[in-house]
Structure formats: C-alpha cells, structure tokens
C-alpha cells in the first residue's frame, strides 16, 4: 500500500474520530440546553403557583380589611349600609378572578346580607367552611359547589368581631373555579407556553380543584400522579419535572408541577399546581436544533474524508489543523477559526467548517438571548431582569450605594385586549415598552416582569428621584395617544433598597405599592418607604 493511501487512511480515521467527538460535544450541549428549558416550565409553573397564592392572600386580606369596617361592627347591624360595602366590594375586581358574590352571616349561619339578594333570613345548609369557622379559624379557604350560586368555588370565609374583639359573624366571599382561566392563563402567555398543556390545580388530597381540559374532574377526582408528586416535594424542592410514559400513538409527557408556598399571608391551601405537554412539544425546539447539528456535523465529517482520500498528501498538515479545530469545538470553544489557504477543496471545507461554527454560534447566542429576552417588547424578560437585580443588589450591598426600583401597570389593560382585540394590546404594550426605553438612563434596567407589568432598576438613584421618574413617565403616557387605542394611563410603584434587604423583599414591596396605586384609582404613582432608606 502507497503512502499516499496509508496517510488517507490515517486522515480519513482522525477525521472520523474528530467527528465523533463533534457528534458527542453537540449531543452533551444540546442536554445542557434541554435542561435549560425544562428549568423554563418550572419557572411557569412556579410563577403561576404563586400568582394563585398571592390572589387569594389579597382577597382573604380583603375580606379581613372588610370585616373590621366600622359597619359591620356597629350593633344592631344597619343591613343596609353593610349590603352596599358589600356591593362596594363585588364591583372593586370587576374583570381579574372577580368576587361573584359575597354574603354575611351571624354565628346561627344565618344569611344577613347578599349581593344577589337571595337567601336573606335563610339558614345556611352546604357550609363546608363553617367547621374550621367554629374550631377557632378567623380565615378559611376552602373549595366547593356554592348551594346559591350551584357552581364550584372558592370560599374566603372571615370572621367578623365586635368591639369586645368578639365573633359577631361570618362574611363569605365566593370566586367561582372557572375564573382561574385567566388567572393562570396570564403567566402561560407571559412565557410563551404554546400547545396543547393541561393545568390542573390540586388540594393537599390530590382532589382536583380546577382543571383547564376537563371540567368534569373538578372536585370528583383525584389526579393520577398527586402520590408521586407529593412524594417527591416531601424528599426535594417543592418544584420539579418528571417525565410519564403514555401509549406509544401519544408519546410521553412532561410533567411540571410546584406546590403552593408555606410562607406568606395566610389562609394557605397547600395546593400543587401541576402542567402537563407532550414531550415532543415541549422539546420540539432542542429536537430540531439536535438534528440541525448533527447534520452539520456528519456533513462536514464526511466531506473531510473525501478530501483525504482526493488529496492525502498536501492536506496531512490541515487536517492536523482541522482535527485541533474540530476538538476545541468539541470543548466548547465556538471561537476557533480554521485558516483559508488558496481556493482549493480544503480551502472550500475550512470556509464551510468556519461557516458551521458560525451557525453554532448564532444559535448558542439566539438561545441565549431567547432565554433573556421578551419576544414582544426586545425588553429584558423576568429571568434577565432577575440576572441584572442580583448583580446590581451585590454591587450596591458592597459599595454602599442607593438602588431604587419601579413597578409599572398599564391601567385596564384587560379591557383594551377585550375592547380591540389582542393585536391592539400587544401593540399599545410595544409602544410603552418604547415610551420607558426614552425615558431611562442606559444605566438604568428595563423589563418586562408581567402581562402588563414593566419593572425599572434604576441604580444610583434614591428614592425620591425613582419617584420623580416614574411621575415623567406617568405623564407621557397620560399625554401619549396610542394607534387604534387612544389614551391611556399607568399605574406605578416605587421603592428603594433597605439597609439588609434581600431582592425578594424588594419586589414584594414594589407590587404591593402598584397594587395600591390601582386601588387608590390608578394613573397614579405610590411610595413605599422602608425604614431605614435613604429618600
């Protein structure tokens, strides 16, 4: 055997061996990647679990700022003045998981007032609640079929007292199930979660509370996988993935599932609220990437041994140099270069192995960037925004410095969507996410955290000019006139960073100061100063 054909063959092996390890580095990055996306459905999943938790901790603390109105204290009850607090109350949540209806009690369960006016002077049969009333429970959750409204819903029962701090009776606020469509449907949207999920909201039994694919299991059923699940937040974090083997014509499933917080304003319901997708929707993407890579890989693999064979001899040296190039992409290294001599075959499959490191970039960076990025604004999403909170929090911790924070909300944004259909909404958010980028510092961090919710980090700042800033910015929106939409207003909340304050904190406090500026009347802006800032 020839020379020549012993060092084709010998290139033609250390090709295929480079192209192995090309093979294998791709198949252990696209894992790498796999992971990050199913770290994304957790965080769905988590984020809408605690959406959940926070709306029924603010409609409990609702009923508990209702129950200490000096109307229902008053004896003997005036009916009347308590029937229109309690209008007062169903009209203030009209559209985001509204109250259908509320009720008071006295002690006998006997029904005072009712915003439906039904019922009134009847004793109360179906009270599920009324036990953990009577054990000693100021606030109860819990979920059942409403005996005056013949539907499933959630019960927020409070007991009212008296003067003497004694129970003088019960009100009872009604949310029905089929309202959390919305509710959870809103963070689904936020993260892009497209195809055919099902979400399930589960009770500490496993009973199915709310169910987006299947009505009928609403308080019937218990859900197939509540043991596993359980098991598994017992021994782990209270958020993870699983995967569940289904018929082969179905495909398997990914399961993610997020178990309600301990910790926070009471009443808690221990829920769980699971997120069932076909595995191949949920991956489709890194399916496709794997495929697009491997066929690079081969393609370039077998190129390289064509030419080896052609032209052993003059191409010994560079594929030397492509085998080192090939390995350092197989390491990782998307930054290697493989040098175009001349306008030979070799000089062609440097250009196309070049070219293919190139599109392993561009893909790393899109993914990168997808995992960072809002789709619709180009504005910093909740996982970017986290990144530049934790950094710029360590940067003002060491050196001392002020660090404000502001939360927006477009006012009625709902009804923008319902009035002019989506399209509309998506465009009047783009505007303001254009109008806030010509308001900030480049300094400053824009994101978009919610639905309608923007977030600005605004470091160097104190409190007082974050404040000055989100008025700026409340008036241009106010003077703005917004295509196909009109005129339309924000409601902002601001707050600066305590001595020792951690940046959950923060934000908590931020959404409670826009959650007041909506309910002082919106278009406005709310300070929420933390002893210890500095204004």
Same mark, same amino acid.
């Given at each position: 055997m020839r020379i020549g054909t012993k060092m084709a063959l010998l290139g033609g092996a250390a090709t295929l061996l480079a192209g192995g390890a090309g093979v294998l580095a791709v198949w252990l990055?696209?894992?790498?990647?796999?992971?990050?996306?199913?770290?994304?459905f957790e965080a769905v999943s988590t984020y809408t679990m605690d959406k959940v938790h926070r709306l029924f901790a603010r409609r409990s603390d609702d009923m508990a700022a209702l129950a200490a109105d000096?109307? /229902?204290?008053?004896?003997? +009850?005036?009916?009347?003045?308590? #029937?229109?607090?309690? @209008?007062?109350?169903?009209?203030?949540?009209?559209?985001?998981?509204?109250?259908?209806? /509320?009720?008071?009690?006295? +002690?006998?369960?006997?029904?005072? #007032?009712?915003?439906? @006016?039904?019922?009134?002077?009847?004793?109360?049969?179906?009270?599920e609640y009324w036990p953990e009333v009577m054990a000693g429970?100021?606030?109860?959750?819990?979920?059942?079929?409403?005996?005056s409204l013949g539907q499933p819903v959630f019960h927020v029962a409070q007991v009212v007292r008296d003067p003497q701090r004694r129970a003088a009776g019960v009100l009872v606020a009604r949310i029905a199930v089929a309202s959390l469509r919305d509710v959870i449907g809103r963070p689904l949207r936020l993260f892009a979660v497209d195809g055919p999920f099902e979400v399930d909201l589960l009770d500490r039994t496993g009973l199915v509370l709310y169910a987006n694919h299947d009505q009928e299991r609403t308080l019937r059923q218990r859900h197939p996988l509540h043991t596993t699940i359980a098991n598994l937040v017992a021994s782990g974090p209270r958020t993870g993935a699983l995967v569940v083997p289904q018929a082969a014509a179905e495909g398997d499933r990914l399961v993610i599932y997020a178990r309600e917080p301990s910790e926070g304003t009471e009443p808690s319901g221990d829920w769980t609220l699971v997120i069932s997708i076909p595995e191949a929707v949920a991956l489709a993407d890194i399916n496709a990437l794997r495929r697009q890579l491997l066929a690079l890989v081969a393609a370039v693999g077998l190129l390289a041994i064509a030419l080896a064979w052609l032209l052993a001899r003059n191409l010994l040296r560079p594929i030397d140099a492509l085998g080192a190039a090939t390995a350092a992409v197989a390491a990782g290294d998307l930054s290697v270069q493989v040098a175009v001599n001349g306008k030979g075959d070799f000089a062609l499959l440097a250009q196309r192995f070049n070219a293919m490191v190139a599109d392993l970039r561009e893909l790393h960076g899109g993914l990168e960037r997808a995992a960072t990025t809002d789709r619709l604004t180009g504005l910093l999403n909740r996982h970017g925004f986290d990144d530049m909170l934790t950094r710029e929090l360590d940067r003002a911790k060491r050196y001392g410095s002020q660090l404000s924070l502001i939360f927006i909300d477009i006012d009625h944004f709902k009804s923008i969507n319902d009035?002019?259909?989506?399209?509309?909404?998506?465009?009047?958010?783009?505007?303001?996410?254009?109008?806030?980028?010509?308001?900030?510092?480049?300094?400053?961090?824009?994101?978009?955290?919610?639905?309608?919710?923007?977030?600005?980090?605004?470091?160097?700042?104190?409190?007082?000019?974050?404040?000055?800033?989100?008025?700026?910015?409340?008036?241009?929106?106010?003077?703005?006139?917004f295509a196909n939409v009109g005129r339309t207003t924000l409601s902002a909340g601001v707050v600066s960073l305590a001595p020792g304050e951690a940046g959950d904190a923060l934000l908590r406090r931020a959404d409670a100061a826009v959650y007041a500026a909506k309910a002082n009347g919106r278009d406005r802006v709310e300070i929420d100063a933390e002893p210890g800032c500095r204004s």
């Open positions: 990055a696209s894992l790498v990647v796999e992971r990050q996306v199913v770290e994304k000096p109307a /229902l204290e008053a004896t003997p +009850l005036p009916l009347d003045a308590v #029937a229109a607090k309690l @209008g007062d109350y169903l009209r203030r949540y009209p559209n985001y998981a509204p109250y259908t209806s /509320l009720s008071l009690f006295d +002690l006998q369960r006997r029904r005072l #007032a009712d915003t439906t @006016g039904r019922g009134i002077g009847e004793t109360h049969t179906l009270s429970h100021d606030r109860v959750l819990q979920v059942s079929t409403s005996e009035r002019f259909g989506h399209a509309a909404g998506d465009q009047v958010l783009a505007e303001v996410a254009r109008l806030l980028q010509g308001s900030v510092r480049s300094t400053d961090g824009l994101g978009r955290w919610g639905g309608e919710e923007f977030v600005i980090l605004t470091p160097e700042t104190s409190l007082r000019d974050a404040a000055a800033l989100a008025e700026r910015i409340c008036q241009t929106c106010r003077s703005a006139d």
